[in-house]
């Protein structure tokens, strides 16, 4: 599939934004994950050489109190009858912990989600939700970018719970650094430590981010998009709570709006990548294939993970 250079790529009238709409066809309904071909999958199954497996989401109580407003679930256990036992979710949120944003999580102002769409999605207008990634499925090739690694080698004053942008640059700087050459299809996992820095919080410190989280992530400029779009990965998943910077900066813009109804990117976020990263970095060995299964809801905004890490 030939895709256009990103600097070649359409601006929205009026709007900083380039967007890749219509390049996957018109009623297209995957965005990025187009480019998981069963030539790319197939040849993601070769990276496995130990089959020893990481899987890549956190407990679904985690984080605890959750972020951005979102209330904790309620788990309960009852009898069906005196032989059998069933349990059910209360009040739960599917992208509270690791998971992913569909195509309808975030819209581009007037310009609509990735299908030009402007409708409001709980009107049960839903065309872009996250049952299309879990009926085509999501395996691939997957690249650890450890950011977490190289920025507190290069940056020693660096905290990821700070809100600090994290430059294309950066991110080209380590993979340079860990030597992986990276191909159409990929599916990038950056670690920028939040993960790591959360787990170090006591039950107070919980409480009290929970109130006013701040954190580390991706740059939302050009050069970020720019990045991404030309290496063409097929998803890009961090473990931080949104990919980007946390608070942004408005001179900046949006990594989300360039992101995803713009040039149709699959995000993930809060993926645990710490157990994964020690493996890699033992062996210097960066890729490996890269599993999930998005909960088969009908007009879900997002999902779970369910992902795992084969190497």
């Not at 950066?170 to 996992?189: F, K, N, P, S, Y």
């Not at 040039?263 to 645990?272: K, P, R, S």
Request: glycine share 8%; aromatic share 8%; charged share 25%.
């Amino acid at each position: 599939m030939h895709l256009p250079a990103y600097d070649d790529l359409p601006l929205f009238d009026g709007l900083d934004v380039r967007h890749a709409r219509g390049l996957f066809g018109a009623d297209d309904r995957l965005g990025s994950i187009n480019l998981l071909t069963p030539d790319v999958v197939a040849a993601a199954a070769r990276e496995v050489r130990t089959g020893a497996m990481f899987p890549l989401d956190l407990p679904l109580d985690l984080p605890n109190p959750p972020l951005f407003g979102r209330q904790q679930y309620r788990h309960e256990v009852f009898a069906l009858n005196r032989h059998e036992m069933d349990d059910r979710l209360h009040n739960f949120h599917p992208q509270a912990s690791t998971q992913w944003d569909s195509l309808q999580h975030v819209r581009c102002r007037e310009f609509g989600y990735w299908d030009g769409s402007t409708d409001d999605p709980s009107d049960e207008s839903v065309s872009l939700g996250i049952e299309h990634w879990a009926r085509h499925g999501i395996a691939g090739r997957g690249v650890l970018i450890d950011m977490a690694d190289w920025m507190l080698r290069h940056r020693p004053d660096y905290d990821p719970l700070q809100a600090r942008p994290i430059h294309a640059r950066d991110i080209e700087a380590a993979i340079a650094e860990q030597g992986v050459e990276l191909r159409t299809g990929d599916i990038w996992c950056v670690r920028t430590g939040w993960v790591t820095a959360y787990r170090s919080l006591d039950e107070a410190g919980r409480q009290r981010y929970a109130d006013d989280a701040a954190f580390a992530g991706l740059c939302g400029d050009h050069d970020t998009a720019r990045l991404v779009w030309n290496q063409h990965p097929a998803a890009l998943v961090a473990d931080n709570p949104a990919v980007e910077m946390s608070p942004g900066d408005p001179a900046v813009g949006s990594l989300h709006r360039r992101m995803i109804p713009s040039l149709g990117m699959a995000l993930g976020e809060m993926f645990d990548l710490d157990a994964l990263a020690v493996a890699c970095r033992a062996d210097r060995r960066w890729t490996f294939m890269f599993v999930a299964a998005p909960l088969h809801l009908p007009g879900g905004i997002g999902s779970p993970g369910n992902s795992v890490a084969i190497r």
